[in-house]
Nanobody, 126 residues
Framework: QLQLVESGGGLVQPGGSLRLSCAAS????????IAWFRQAPGKEREGVSC????????IDADFVEGRFTISRDNAKNTVYLQMNSLKPEDTAVYYC???????????????????WGQGTQVTVSS
């Protein structure tokens, strides 16, 4: 069974950091582009960052502003999202997703992605 499992979410104060992990089971991430998306209450799901299968190229949404870094460790079958300088508006459920379309550069558009995790809650509040 193909599965993506996110972890690492939680409650953090403004200006703090979190590292999200996305672990795959039942398939090898080497052959997939991976992206992180987020969805805040009452808002549409939006793309955050993506990384191509080899890890050689990444794309970030404008709102990231250099605060987040996506990376991958194919040996561990895991993708990460390091989030620094967090703001209250970063509060959302964060999802990882895998795409069989090996676009380069990758894109952070929901229709491109085939497999999704269940999400992890990130809350930024004092």
């Amino acid at each position: 069974q193909l599965q993506l499992v996110e972890s690492g979410g939680g409650l953090v104060q403004p200006g703090g950091s979190l590292r999200l992990s996305c672990a795959a089971s039942g398939f090898t991430l080497d052959y997939y582009n991976i992206a992180w998306f987020r969805q805040a209450p009452g808002k549409e799901r939006e793309g955050v960052s993506c990384i191509i299968s080899t890890g050689g190229s990444t794309i970030d949404a404008d709102f990231v502003e250099g605060r987040f870094t996506i990376s991958r460790d194919n040996a561990k079958n895991t993708v990460y999202l390091q989030m620094n300088s967090l703001k209250p508006e970063d509060t959302a459920v964060y999802y990882c997703a895998a795409s069989k379309q090996l676009l380069s550069p990758c894109v952070i558009s929901t229709p491109v992605y085939d497999y999704w995790g269940q999400g992890t809650q990130v809350t930024v509040s004092s």
